[in-house]
């Protein structure tokens, strides 16, 4: 490679061409690229319509046209007229000549066959693959000339470039050009078209199969695709349903933990055993029950999305058994026994009772359903006295308390009467 006063791009291509038979053409298509451009741009219709009649257009790289144009002007003696005529650069032209004779003395002094002779495009397209691997690039769609290129980066492919529907290319230049507002582009030319199966077939070790997954906020489904790559660039995308279970759960869980989807079944009852589990936790270490974290809760979601790939999957699902399996079922029964959804009063009632955070827990009844309990009631081993609202037949707030024996001793007495004038119909022991 360093016997060739070129790009090293270039030094790999004459290597490889030796393997494919077309040294003679790789040491011409070096020698059109050291000067300056060849073809001038723009120019007429007339020039441009001569330039397709003569050079031709469906080529498979636009190194060919570059050919195609240096024997034109070779075979008419670099004549300015004749190169004007085509919109070729005579001078330029003139100056590949001796570069093109000194990559072949020096391809021969170093044992590479130069000799003349047909060849397949597709052997120097190879050779142009190999030499300029680190400038693959795709198409990013059909409405412009966007590309994307290895290693992360984008540019636009020349106007003039005869390969501009090849889906997959190298380029040989890449030059930085200047636009309105300061703004620089990118400019991909001098293309290649190439075949995914000669990178498979070149590059075995930079082709990687991979499964992407990613949310689609619009259809609220996981989208998965199995992707194609060469290096860092996606060859080709296949779609993957139903995607991975994992990662479709994962995706799923996320969006509803963000609050952009809603469970309709994580519910109050089930915000209700989580404080009820939280205020064990918090008093009675000793039952050993594991708390729920943050953490855990993501966990559970996730359990809770697994085989579903869309919100519709997962939108009706029962929560709470997922949540309550949290618990192993000897563990539940010491949250029921010690965090009760109910209480059992000494006078045979049964209230709710409620659980928030932040909050005492605590129940609401009427005056009339607290006759004859004396004692305020207590959870969690007796440890946590529960606080009772007590209300008035109409269900307005009476007193909260936490000690009810006060409240019938003390204050009952002196509300007794008002309460049973605006209440007649009802007991007043």
């Keep these: 490679m360093l016997a060739f006063p070129v790009h090293p791009r270039y030094s790999r291509m004459l290597l490889a061409a030796q393997e494919y038979g077309c040294v003679h053409q790789a040491c011409l298509v070096a020698a059109l690229t050291q000067g300056r451009d060849l073809l001038l741009r723009g120019g007429g219709k007339d020039m441009r319509n001569d330039r397709e009649d003569l050079l031709g257009e469906k080529a498979t790289s636009d190194f060919w046209i570059l050919m195609r144009a240096w024997n034109f002007a070779a075979k008419n003696q670099f004549r300015l007229d004749a190169c004007r005529q085509l919109g070729i650069h005579a001078v330029t032209a003139k100056q590949v000549g001796p570069l093109f004779e000194q990559f072949l003395r020096i391809a021969k002094d170093e044992g590479l066959d130069t000799t003349p002779r047909e060849v397949k495009d597709e052997a120097l397209q190879k050779c142009i693959l190999i030499g300029f691997s680190d400038r693959v690039g795709r198409r990013m ?108 759960a994962r995706l799923l869980a996320e969006e509803i933990n963000a609050g952009r989807l809603l469970l309709p079944n994580w519910d109050h009852h089930v915000e209700q055993w989580l404080q ?26 996730e359990q809770l999305c697994h085989g579903a790939a869309s919100y519709k999957d997962v939108k009706e699902r029962e929560v709470k058994p997922v949540v309550m399996s949290w618990l192993s079922p000897a563990q539940r029964e010491l949250l029921d026994k010690h965090a009760p959804e109910r209480l059992t009063l000494s006078n045979g009632r049964t209230p709710k009772v409620n659980y928030e955070e932040g909050r ?39 007193q909260v308390t936490q000690d009810l024996a006060s409240f ?22």
């Design 360 to 398: 005492a827990p605590y129940i609401s009844l009427r005056i009339q359903e607290l006759y004859d309990v004396t004692q305020t009631p207590k959870i969690a081993l007796g440890r946590v006295p529960v606080t009772v609202h007590i209300l008035t037949p109409g269900m307005k707030p009476i």
């Design 141 to 248: 769609d059909q409405g412009t000339l966007r590309c994307e290129l290895v290693h992360g980066r984008r540019g636009v492919l020349a106007r003039e470039s005869v390969v501009q529907k090849a889906p997959l290319f190298v380029v040989a230049e890449i030059r930085e050009v200047g636009g309105r507002d300061n703004e620089v582009n990118t400019i991909l030319s001098i293309a290649t078209a190439i075949e995914v199966e000669w990178l498979k077939e070149l590059f075995p070790d930079d082709i990687k199969s991979e499964v992407h997954v990613q949310w689609d906020a619009q259809a609220k489904r996981v989208m998965a695709a199995e992707l194609l790559r060469f290096r860092d660039l996606a060859l080709a995308a296949k779609r993957v349903d139903p995607p991975p279970a994992d990662a479709a």
């Design 276 to 301: 009820r589990l939280k205020l064990l936790g918090q008093h009675c270490a000793d039952l050993q029950l594991p708390p729920i974290t943050d953490e855990d809760k993501k966990a559970i979601i």
């Design 408 to 429: 019938w001793r003390e204050h009952y007495p002196k509300i007794k009467s008002e309460l049973a004038r605006k209440y007649p119909k009802h007991l007043w022991k």
